[in-house]
């Protein structure tokens, strides 16, 4: 980027706002403008289905004290939306009609919740992405009656585990054997449903959701078997979509996410995508979306760099290990690598009284992933042998020979 130039960023989340202090770091002194659709400076998305929801009175977990913020210069403008660009024009284009011309331009807008198909609009029912979701679902949770979440991904768990906490009386359907099974497999799985039975939860495997009941205000779910759990809230906990309707005219290369090379950069040279929106080739050759807390920080700190780099500076690259956490019950379940559900697991009962419950994945004989329950160091320990090519059995000699 020529000295000085303008950096646009779409999108004032936790990705758009390290973009934003990364560059300043490495000292960008030209113009940050930042546009964020929400009202609320950048504030962190995970204590939204923890903390922030279990808390009376919470107030919104800003990323940046005021002061930080200030310090960094941006042009923020909040309640504004994106609506458009223009590649060749360098031209973002706004809701209010307004446009703002850029050099560089950020893309960092994130993720929405999936919807139920065909669910109207109505007093009980949730999603949670936003400060003023988690208000809302927590003011229904203190109004008493049960709380239902559809969907036993990492939200859906968070929110149940959370409510139980509140006192709620909690059910959750899953339409698969088990929660988590995408993300982490089916051993992880049953423990988590353990875990959900143990604190009290009403859960529902292989049930599908066929009907919301009531009118204007919730009354219930019905479920494929016919049964009906009579509830006034509802948490739709169906994952996440990327942010990327607004891209649609543009000439971006749109695809499950902004389509990015390694550095982070578009099928356009001067725009960049980080965070949940992104869909990034890694060097490992490697791609995908993360929507991972730690994925946003280490794609914004490639991106500042390249963003800044002269013309004839070879362009940083991402060396991904996504990770990511889940805090449940008082545990916190730690993934690191690439665990899924239709790897190969291995199980390991490791440290020195062999209680800490750590599973590891391969694919083919390679050791790809980890997952550990409340044993950070024995997960983190494994990250140099999932940087390099490593046997599933030199792992597991290694782990436990340590
Ligand atoms: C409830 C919850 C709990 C989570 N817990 C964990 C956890 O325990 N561990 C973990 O690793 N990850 C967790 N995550 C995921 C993590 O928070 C996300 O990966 C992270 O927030 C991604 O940051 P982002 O900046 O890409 O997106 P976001 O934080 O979603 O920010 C994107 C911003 O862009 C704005 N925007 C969208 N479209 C436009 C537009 N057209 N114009 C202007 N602005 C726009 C949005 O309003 C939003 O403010 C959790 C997420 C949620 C919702």
């Known amino acids: 980027m020529k000295a000085n130039g303008v950096v646009v960023i779409v999108g004032a989340g936790l990705a758009g706002i390290r973009t934003a202090e990364e560059l300043r770091r490495l000292g960008h002194v030209g113009r940050i403008v930042m546009l964020g659709a929400e009202a609320l400076p950048p504030y962190d998305r995970p204590p939204l289905s923890k903390g922030a929801l279990a808390k009376e009175d919470a107030v919104p977990p800003l990323l940046l004290a005021p002061d930080v913020l200030d310090s960094l210069n941006l042009e923020l403008h909040l309640s504004t939306e994106a609506v458009g660009v223009d590649t060749v024009a360098h031209t973002v284009s706004l809701a209010d009609g307004n446009s703002v011309d850029y050099d560089v331009l950020v893309i960092a807008t994130g ?28 003011a229904d949770i203190r109004r008493g009656g049960r709380l239902v979440v559809i969907g036993g991904g990492f939200i859906g768990c968070e929110v149940v585990a959370t409510a139980r906490s509140m006192g709620a009386e909690v059910s959750m359907i899953e339409a698969l054997s088990t929660p988590l099974q995408l993300p982490v497999g089916e051993f992880i799985g049953n423990y988590v449903a353990d875990l959900h ?7 529902h495997c292989d049930s599908l959701v066929t009907r919301l009941v009531g009118d204007d205000q919730l009354e219930g779910v019905e479920l494929s078997t016919g049964e009906v759990i009579e509830s006034s809230a509802v948490v739709i906990g169906l994952g996440v979509a990327p942010t990327v309707e607004w891209l649609k005219d543009s000439s971006l290369h749109i695809d499950n996410g902004v389509r990015c090379d390694s550095s ?38 490639v991106v500042a760099a390249n963003i800044l780099a002269s013309g004839d500076e070879p362009l940083e690259q991402l060396h991904d290990l996504p990770y990511f956490w889940s805090d449940m019950y008082g545990l916190k379940l730690q993934a690191l690598g690439w665990p899924g559900g239709s790897y190969e697991t291995h199980v390991m009962h490791l440290g020195p009284n062999q209680d800490k419950l750590v599973v590891l994945y391969s694919d083919e004989d390679r050791f790809i992933g980890t997952v550990g329950i409340s044993a950070p160091r024995i997960v983190m320990s494994t990250r140099a042998m999932l940087q390099t090519s490593t046997t599933i059995d030199e792992a597991k000699a290694t782990l436990l020979s340590a």
């Open 197 to 203: 039975r143990d604190n009290g939860v009403d859960l």
């Open 264 to 301: 982070g950069r578009t099928s356009a040279t001067d725009v960049f995508a980080v965070g949940d929106v992104a869909h990034w080739k890694s060097t490992t050759g490697r791609e995908g979306r993360h929507e991972h807390w730690t994925s946003a920080i280490d794609q914004a700190r």
């Open 111 to 138: 993720a929405h919740p999936r919807l139920l198909v065909g669910a109207p609009v109505r007093d009980g029912l949730h999603v949670l992405r936003t400060f003023e979701d988690s208000q809302r679902i927590a």
